[in-house]
């Protein structure tokens, strides 16, 4: 990885960790919600089999829903379920499905998609 590259990457990943700070802890925001549970299967075009991944989220968890993609050179990408999660919370819903392409710039053909399944547990 070349020293400009490596320096963007270093940037987004604090640039990341401020994010996760301002958006303060889950019981704060949401106390109504006991847990969360993001399951999501990874897709690349580059790939032929998708990866599995869960996510929790517990009241000492940031509320902070941006996921990673799975490319090792995207930098400003992934999937933000901020939406998706505050939309759900508001509704009092407790499951959701969707697909999300990863939001990152340059050539798409190297970044990741997601199926996602989202359970909320309510206090």
Same mark, same amino acid.
């Not at 509320?63 to 990408?77: E, M, S, T």
């Not at 505050?86 to 959701?96: E, G, K, L, V």
């Not at 190297?110 to 309510?122: F, L």
């Given at each position: 990885?070349?020293?400009?590259?490596?320096? !963007?990457? @270093?940037a987004a990943k604090?640039? $990341?960790m401020?994010?996760r700070?301002? +958006?303060?802890?889950?019981?704060a925001?949401?106390? $109504?919600?006991?847990? /969360?549970?993001i %399951?999501?299967? &990874?897709?690349?075009?580059e790939? +032929?089999? %998708?990866i599995? !991944?869960?996510?929790?989220f517990c009241?000492? =968890?940031y509320?902070?829903? !941006?996921?990673?993609?799975?490319?090792? *050179?995207?930098? *400003?990408?992934g999937f *933000?379920?901020?939406q998706?999660l505050? =939309?759900?919370?508001?509704?009092? !819903? @407790?499951? +959701?499905k969707?697909?999300?392409?990863?939001?990152? *710039?340059g +050539?798409?053909?190297?970044? =990741?998609? /997601?199926? &996602?399944? /989202?359970? /909320?547990? &309510?206090?």
């Open positions: 990885m070349n020293n400009n590259k490596a320096s !963007r990457k @270093n604090k640039e $990341e401020q994010e700070l301002k +958006a303060g802890v889950l019981s925001n949401f106390p $109504e919600v006991e847990s /969360i549970v %399951s999501m299967m &990874y897709s690349q075009r790939i +032929a089999k %998708s599995p !991944r869960t996510v929790h009241p000492g =968890s509320a902070f829903f !941006r996921i990673g993609c799975l490319n090792k *050179d995207c930098v *400003d990408g *933000d379920l901020s998706v505050t =939309s759900m919370i508001r509704n009092r !819903r @407790n499951a +959701a969707g697909k999300l392409d990863c939001e990152g *710039d +050539a798409s053909a190297g970044h =990741s998609a /997601i199926d &996602y399944e /989202i359970t /909320i547990q &309510y206090q």
